[in-house]
């Protein structure tokens, strides 16, 4: 398949394209936001109709991914997630196409779940009332009303946690990657963090584009148009805390933890864990790389970059 890829050269975006050239597919990245932008119907027009040809696929990634970015500037968040959503879907139907659309969402649609609500399913409640997330809702919104007006066939996942090397290091794994390789530099004496016993579920980003590969694989075949929302996660949480002893262990310095308060966020569910039924069944998929192998590595990368 002839696959564009908007957001193509963030962090996912770049192990996306390499996931879906090593299976044979074609890969047409689109330029950053200082040469297309998001929101432009137009220009999201022109790029689709470029030389490379029409789209077989799409996968749309571009949008604010940071939830305290949102947070300091809500309107921007609405603008690209949402509106830049509208127009993506406004520019395929301008040219009388209808390839398969997966749209890159986020669990934090389901806001803050209680330990009776976990495993998350496809079925628990959407109920958030963070920038970020309400986004994330109306992104998935836009998705759905093209797939039931308009006939796209649709994939929006709801992604929980990922990480891995080129993450943007105010992510909490690098951020922490970053603060053990000081200690371990003598840069430091211990490693600052915030809500260091909440739970969260965690996938390696390698395994989570593997994961896109495969549903847009499964979108493109299916005989009649639909759309479906699908869990992306591992259904394993794992603790800040013992992230951070992982990496402490993996580097060899002793684990000293400093709560920094404004790193504190009062309002953190004690834990969120997805399930991934679903993916599974649709697509076999389960997580191939192990927690360890992932924070080595970006323990590797941070070490590099310092």
Not at 43 to 64: I, K, N, Q, S
Not at 103 to 118: I, M
Not at 242 to 257: D, F, L, N, P, Y
Request: proline share 7%; charged share 20%; with cysteine.
């Amino acid at each position: 398949m002839r696959v564009y890829i908007t957001g193509a050269i963030g962090f996912v975006g770049g192990w996306l394209q390499g996931e879906l050239r090593s299976h044979g597919h074609e890969v047409v990245p689109a330029p950053g936001p200082d040469e297309l932008e998001i929101t432009d119907r137009a220009a999201l027009t022109r790029w689709f109709e470029g030389p490379a040809g029409a789209p077989d696929a799409v996968v749309h990634l571009a949008g604010m991914a940071f939830a305290p970015d949102a947070r300091t500037d809500p309107a921007e968040a609405f603008r690209v997630n949402v509106g830049g959503t509208v127009a993506l879907f406004e520019a395929l139907r301008a040219m009388n196409v209808r390839p398969p659309v997966l749209v890159v969402g986020s669990s934090e649609v389901y806001g803050s779940p209680g330990a009776a609500d976990l495993p998350l399913t496809e079925d628990s409640p959407v109920a958030s009332y963070h920038p970020y997330a309400l986004s994330k809702i109306g992104e998935e919104a836009v998705a759905m009303e093209a797939a039931a007006r308009y006939g796209f066939p649709v994939v929006v996942t709801r992604s929980f946690n990922h990480a891995g090397p080129g993450q943007r290091p105010v992510f909490v794994v690098p951020a922490i990657a970053n603060r053990v390789i000081a200690v371990q530099r003598g840069e430091a004496t211990c490693i600052r963090a915030g809500n260091v016993d909440v739970r969260r579920d965690l996938t390696d980003v390698r395994d989570v584009v593997r994961a896109y590969r495969l549903l847009l694989e499964w979108l493109a075949g299916l005989a009649v148009p639909s759309c479906h929302v699908v869990n992306v996660a591992s259904g394993v949480a794992v603790s800040i805390r013992s992230i951070i002893e992982a990496m402490c262990a993996i580097v060899g310095v002793e684990t000293k933890v400093e709560v920094d308060e404004t790193l504190v966020r009062a309002d953190d569910p004690a834990e969120v864990r997805g399930d991934a039924t679903l993916l599974r069944q649709l697509t076999g998929w389960t997580p191939g790389i192990s927690l360890h192998q992932t924070l080595a590595d970006v323990l590797a990368e941070a070490g590099r970059s310092r």
